[in-house]
């Protein structure tokens, strides 16, 4: 092509507002999140906001996120590389509230038009499943084929017959027939799943022989669209208004990119559990659910142009809380936001203890102080607030505990596991019962007799990101009137975002 036809594409371009946007890859395929121009192009809608929340106590952003998403070929290479801690996102019951109240997301919220254009189909997604020494068994319902590595076509389980998997060494054996340390065994028909033992799983199987330990590992390999029919319903109550169960939807999703990344080089990207979501398989899904995951079918979380750690928790207790608060890291799009959740038994909670069943549990912990005299922490107030020991929501940061021996000042995360509480945010009534109402004065001083210890608690969960019975509220409340609520619940929980189809 010469200069001058190459100079009028490029003016031709951009009279015809053309934008080529920003390249992202997951697992080896290519996608392109773009704009829209003036052109009557099909388009989805791009949900924005500006940065909201109560300035942080760090003013460096200090972002997890990796500049692109990259899959790595299936290898044995070593590095679970952290990308959250537990998300507590255990639910309870749908119960009727008792309050309502108008709930108004952000002023700063704006919608534009966008199109994505796809460059390749849904990205595969790699699920731990565990590890064992012990034989076990695969069958489906349609022929499977076994690969050697990734391609090697070397036998076949027939449809309805059961496959014998075994470990000797570094070598994996399917019906006594030694493969190699590497084995992928997929159905024929892609839309048919599988049985590993007893639990049923969509996509295919990958097995590794670790090292020469006769351990192998299983890993359900299974498009990222499949992966959420069984996550969706594990996080969230299927009974929940639909905007909800979206908004889920799109959270899992871009979580799952976020970390897909972050695990690259690992032979697996998530573990079926809490430290990254709850996956159920084949067995765990829902037809609401189901249909939230369809509905909103590639739609991902940007910040920067690249997916966000998109955390949620079960209950924000009224106000979510800033990463740096928390994690010590600060995420602009993880900020303290209202919570509007009425959940009854996790919007607020009391504990009650003893001043001799405390003593005893910071001992257990060995943060032992001996009689415990009092305990200095800033009262919970109004949010947002911040203080030194406390966060924007009001979460412990830490406290210090005055005993007869010594004082031990103890981080709020750890004071939640001592206490066995739902969440940091919380204050001390010793000899008072606050009776669940926030307007009772916290009290912090002993007596050194039977004392009793309430200890009045707010949400459930680290609260970062999504409240999902906030969540749950604030599509309660919208009811029918606007079909794609679940980007409003989005862009007030996460600071800042983009949302936009990325295939």
């Not at 690992?266 to 809490?274: A, G, L, R, W």
Request: proline fraction near 4%.
């Amino acid at each position: 092509m010469n200069t001058k036809k190459l100079q009028c594409l490029i003016v031709g371009a951009m009279f015809l507002g053309i934008n080529l946007g920003t390249v992202v890859t997951v697992h080896g395929e290519s996608f392109i999140v773009t704009k829209a121009g003036s052109t009557k192009s099909s388009s989805t809608t791009t949900t924005s906001t500006k940065a909201v929340g109560t300035k942080a106590t760090s003013t460096t952003s200090k972002s997890k996120v990796s500049s692109t998403i990259t899959k790595a070929k299936s290898t044995n290479s070593s590095t679970k590389s952290k990308v959250k801690s537990k998300k507590d996102t255990k639910s309870t019951k749908v119960t009727k509230n008792t309050k309502q109240g108008t709930i108004k997301p952000k002023s700063s919220t704006s919608i534009t038009n966008s199109s994505a254009v796809k460059q390749g189909t849904t990205p595969n997604i790699r699920v731990l499943l565990g590890s064992r020494k012990s034989p076990t068994t695969i069958k489906s319902g349609t022929n499977m084929t076994v690969f050697k590595g990734d391609d090697q076509k070397v036998s076949v389980i027939v449809a309805g017959s059961t496959g014998k998997l075994s470990v000797s060494g570094n070598t994996i054996y399917v019906n006594g027939k030694a493969i190699g340390p590497n084995v992928l065994i997929k159905p024929q028909n892609p839309k048919e799943s599988f049985y590993l033992g007893d639990k049923q799983y969509r996509g295919g199987l990958r097995v590794f022989a670790v090292g020469r330990s006769s351990t192998m590992t299983l890993v359900n390999a299974i498009p990222l669209e499949d992966y959420l029919y069984g996550v969706v319903p594990q996080e969230v109550i299927p009974s929940w208004p639909a905007a909800a169960l979206e908004a889920q939807a799109v959270a899992a999703r871009t979580y799952a990119l976020y970390t897909m990344e972050t695990n690259k080089n690992k032979d697996y990207d998530v573990k079926p559990s809490t430290d990254y979501q709850m996956y159920a398989g084949r067995a765990g899904e829902h037809n609401a659910t189901t249909v939230a995951v369809d509905k909103t079918k590639g739609m991902v979380m940007f910040y920067n142009q690249k997916p966000i750690n998109a955390l949620f928790h079960s209950d924000g207790g009224g106000y979510t809380e800033d990463s740096v608060n928390v994690w010590g890291t600060a995420l602009p799009y993880l900020k303290g936001v209202k919570d509007y959740s009425q959940a009854p038994s996790t919007r607020t909670w009391t504990v009650t203890t003893t001043r001799q069943a405390m003593e005893a549990n910071l001992r257990a912990a060995g943060k032992g102080v001996g009689t415990l005299k009092s305990i200095q922490l800033t009262p919970l107030k109004a949010q947002p607030m911040e203080t030194a020991d406390r966060g924007v929501s009001g979460r412990v940061k830490s406290a210090t505990f005055i005993g007869s021996d010594r004082k031990v000042t103890v981080d709020g995360d750890a004071l939640r596991s001592i206490f066995g509480l739902k969440s940091t945010l919380f204050d001390f009534y010793v000899n008072h019962n606050p009776n669940g109402k926030d307007s009772a004065k916290p009290y912090h001083t002993f007596t050194n007799k039977n004392d009793t210890v309430y200890i009045l608690g707010h949400g459930w969960g680290h609260g970062l990101g999504l409240s999902q019975w906030g969540a749950a509220e604030m599509a309660k409340q919208n009811g029918d009137k606007d079909q794609e609520y679940y980007k409003k619940i989005l862009t007030h929980y996460y600071s800042g975002i983009n949302i936009n189809k990325m295939y």
